[in-house]
DNA sequence: ATTCGCTGCCAC
DNA sequence: AAACGTGGCAGCGAAT
């Protein structure tokens, strides 16, 4: 069953059931005081039926925060927006607006309105409990409720015009169902003890100092390195550094860590320290900890379908650069655990079952993909995996590329299938994953034939756009196997009994997910993500011998995985 | 005082 | 060893 639903005042709304045809007005229409308590209803109906809900959404990430904070947990919905992106950029106009108010205006001949500015994160409610301000850009004239099933059936009818309609539509369903999870996961937030972080803190950096100072290790570290240099030099500033390791007789190109390293001065191994350490104060510092974690938790947004290929991003927080060593202050609740979970070498078992390169496939099917290469390459796992990676990525350079030939005589199909992609690039054309996200159309305005002399590209930036796709067609698709994933925890976890506490998913970070739950429940999550793993392949691939072992690890403390 | 490009480092 | 893909973010320093 599908159900439209729109937010209106005062905690109320309107839904609409839509047929099995999906496609009109004809299905019953409730106007509700009280929306979230409606929506759960029809949800649990929806679930005892044995008919879950498919809810559809303009915008998941404004409707279902406040659907949240009433206890309110969703299971399947279409995000009208997201799904929009997708079409758009499976159309060549990538980034194009896709708010309800930009699709039902092409729709109907008119021009799309520009996607509102998001707004940050910080200093907005934790836990909203009314529906967040309408941005669906929808002029005023029309019917939000109205609009969003007319979208929503015209996105139907897109979809099934593609090249692989079930494909697509498992790539709408598992982006929705990560704007689902990632309203959860910024609700729930992550487990985060601040004591224990403020202690890393004073171990590595000494005392907290009064706000704008340095941290005693790091003023005592740039007073020994303005001694070594002679002068007075502030650490954090490239130019300076330049200047003082200029004037001691060693110039240096940059003041990257890997420059320095080979220096031969007293001031190198202070500043390296210094740098290390300053990294951590000014990126997980007091501050930090001070703007980012409250009540136990740290919470930020997550940015569906926020990066180019399809992975997340996040605003706030840096979260998906949280270093190991701050890593320590993510502990589980007393009587509860954390399973953490990451698909192993992810991206190369991708590019195996996509490439249908049967050599590389069988060499999937085991746990250590890179130690079955090895021997294409003397034994040595490690140049394997280097070979390997830098067909991926487009490595010309270095050891690298000496590896390329053997790896193409031993998985020709698989290196194909990256060479392909990188030509498609260069030439100005679009590729896409799997599923069929697509990658945005060239800079130079490459696929368009009917402008009259366009610039062509440098020949850097055609090879440059050459390794994007080149990375693109696996990259992306590894992004949407872990959406599928995802999807399928989610989906499994509200089986399990939630006598002591519900299982909730609380990070995911490109191919790693973590749960935190009741030990009781430890080792049914492990079993929950192992079948998880397997139905993404089976969903994505079908019948491969590529296997997606997942590393999962049940842990107290994040850094123990 | 604010904005913006650059540098550098963290994550996958 | 240091050109190899996707990002976020802090601090500097110059421009506005």
Not at 115 to 142: I, N, W, Y
Not at 298 to 317: C, E, K, L, P, Q
Request: a negative charge; hydrophobic letters at 45%; proline letters at 7%.
């Amino acid at each position: 069953m599908r159900i439209a639903a729109v937010a209106e005042s005062e905690g109320g709304g309107r839904l609409r059931e839509l047929g099995e045809q999906a496609s009109g007005r004809d299905g019953a229409l409730w106007r509700v005081g009280d929306l979230a308590g409606a929506v759960a209803d029809h949800e649990a109906l929806g679930r005892r039926s044995g008919e879950p809900v498919r809810w559809v959404f303009a915008d998941t990430s404004q409707i279902y925060p406040a659907l949240l904070s009433r206890g309110v947990r969703l299971s399947r919905c279409h995000d009208s927006t997201l799904v929009e992106a997708l079409l758009m950029g499976y159309a060549g106009r990538f980034g194009e607006a896709h708010t309800l108010g930009a699709a039902w205006a092409r729709l109907h001949g008119r021009e799309a309105p520009p996607d509102p500015v998001p707004q940050s994160a910080e200093g907005r409610a934790p836990q909203p409990t009314l529906f967040e301000p309408d941005r669906s850009t929808l002029p005023s004239g029309a019917d939000a409720l109205d609009a969003l099933v007319e979208v929503y059936a015209d996105q139907r009818r897109r979809m099934a015009e593609l090249d692989h309609p079930g494909r697509f539509a498992l790539l709408a369903a598992v982006e929705s169902a990560g704007a689902l999870g990632a309203a959860e996961m910024a609700h729930d937030g992550v487990p985060w003890r601040a004591d224990v972080h403020d202690a890393v803190l004073t171990e590595q950096l000494g005392p907290r100092p009064t706000a704008g100072a340095r941290p005693p290790v790091l003023a005592d570290l740039a007073a020994r390195i303005s001694e070594a240099f002679g002068r007075t030099v502030n650490p954090d500033s490239p130019v300076q550094l330049m200047r003082a390791f200029e004037a001691v007789g060693h110039p240096v190109p940059s003041t990257r860590s890997w420059v320095l390293q080979r220096v031969d001065h007293p001031a190198v191994p202070l500043l390296l320290r210094y740098k290390e350490l300053a990294r951590l104060h000014s990126a997980h510092g007091w501050s930090w900890l001070d703007t980012w974690v409250s009540g136990g938790r740290f919470r930020t947004d997550y940015i569906v379908g926020g990066v180019v290929s399809g992975r997340w991003a996040t605003r706030g927080g840096g979260a998906l650069q949280v270093p190991k060593v701050v890593r320590r202050a993510v502990v589980a609740d007393p009587g509860w655990t954390l399973v953490c979970a990451d698909a192993g070498q992810l991206e190369p078992r991708i590019l195996a079952a996509v490439s249908g390169d049967s050599a590389l496939a069988a060499a999937a099917g085991s746990d250590d993909l890179y130690a079955r290469l090895a021997g294409s390459f003397g034994g040595d796992r490690q140049r394997a995996k280097i070979a390997l990676l830098a067909a991926m990525y487009g490595q010309t350079s270095g050891d690298a590329a000496a590896l390329l030939p053997r790896l193409r005589q031993a998985y020709p199909r698989a290196v194909d299938h990256v060479d392909a992609a990188a030509r498609e690039g260069e030439q100005g054309h679009l590729v896409r994953s799997w599923l069929g996200r697509t990658c945005p159309p060239p800079m130079w305005g490459g696929d368009d034939p009917d402008e009259g002399a366009p610039a062509g590209p440098s020949d850097r930036a055609a090879r440059e756009r050459g390794r994007f796709t080149r990375n693109f067609v696996v990259q992306a698709t590894a992004a949407e196997w872990a959406l599928v994933l995802m999807a399928a925890v989610r989906r499994g976890l509200t089986d399990l009994d939630t006598a002591a506490g519900r299982p909730q998913l609380v990070f995911f970070q490109h191919d790693e997910l973590v749960l935190h739950v009741p030990r009781t429940l430890a080792e049914a999550a492990v079993q929950t993500l192992r079948a998880a793993a397997d139905e993404a392949a089976a969903l994505m691939f079908g019948d491969t011998p590529v296997r997606f072992p997942l590393d999962i690890a049940v842990v107290d403390r994040y850094s123990d995985a």
